[in-house]
């Protein structure tokens, strides 16, 4: 179904990054449920897919006019404390597909470690063979670890770079390893909508397995001076046009040149380097 080197080479190498979602650069790690997983494969043909993926199976809104909307409708009001009702009342109205990702939120339990988190492309690509023929496709890296959860009360009395600290303890011990698996629409499956998950029972293709073997800090590591722009994409793989994902791109791009700013002036800390904009 792909040109696209990745699938035929044997060993592929890669440099990756992970994150939290927040957009707060001095936050704690059990501050937020969102963990996000960056990836660069370098092919033999001197070709690069990076990806970019979180712990969310699809996002809240249609378009990134709609982060923006839900982002004011849920800040809280400064005499309440808590979001205004009729500014999200209006926000679902216009976006009523956010309903459904306010929901599934609030019921997703904390992760306890990057370990067991599946990571999810979220926007859909086409991958494209020899002959020009598209297939649409979402993937997800599914971890052989078991997924862990934090109570509340075990969120509350964490240490603040619990899920960093944990993937070394764990990487001393043995690889961690995720499956890379393709999810295939069918016609008819929105393809350029990432509020907008397609069914479970779509065809799944397990195309290879992610090992990690080690992990540095970022401040003097290969990921540094990367930027995962998930638009980034080889021959063999096309972008969709998922306006989601054209924003991604400059959102991710402003945020890489904010950190080489911190980087380059001598300010960066380790919480500015754990720092993701979605």
Known sequence: MSTARLFSQQHTPVVGRF?????????????????????????????????????????????????????????????????????????????????????????KPAPGSFAGATFYSINAFYLVDGLGNRQAVRWMMRPHDPFVSLSEEQRQKADRNIMFEGVSQRLAQKPLYWDFVLQLAQPGDPVDDPSRPWPNDRRQIVAGTLEVARVEAQADGPCRDVNFDPSTVPSGVNVSDDPVLNARSA??????????????YGKATEAVEKQEVK
Do not use: C, V
Not at 59 to 80: K, Y
Not at 251 to 264: D, L, N, P, V
């Open 19 to 107: 994150s939290i979602g927040t957009g707060d650069p001095h936050a704690a790690d059990s501050s937020t449920k969102t963990l996000s997983m960056a990836l660069m494969f370098r092919t033999d043909d001197n070709q690069q897919w990076r990806m970019a993926m979180n712990n969310e199976p699809f996002f809240a809104t249609r378009d990134p006019e709609g982060f923006l909307a839900l982002h004011q409708a849920t800040a809280p009001d400064p005499a309440t404390g808590k979001p205004d009702p009729q500014r999200l009342a209006a926000f679902l109205k216009a976006y009523p597909e956010a309903e459904k990702y306010l929901k599934w939120a609030a019921q």
């Open 251 to 264: 959102a991710y791009s402003h945020s890489f040149s904010r950190r080489e700013r911190e980087i380059g």
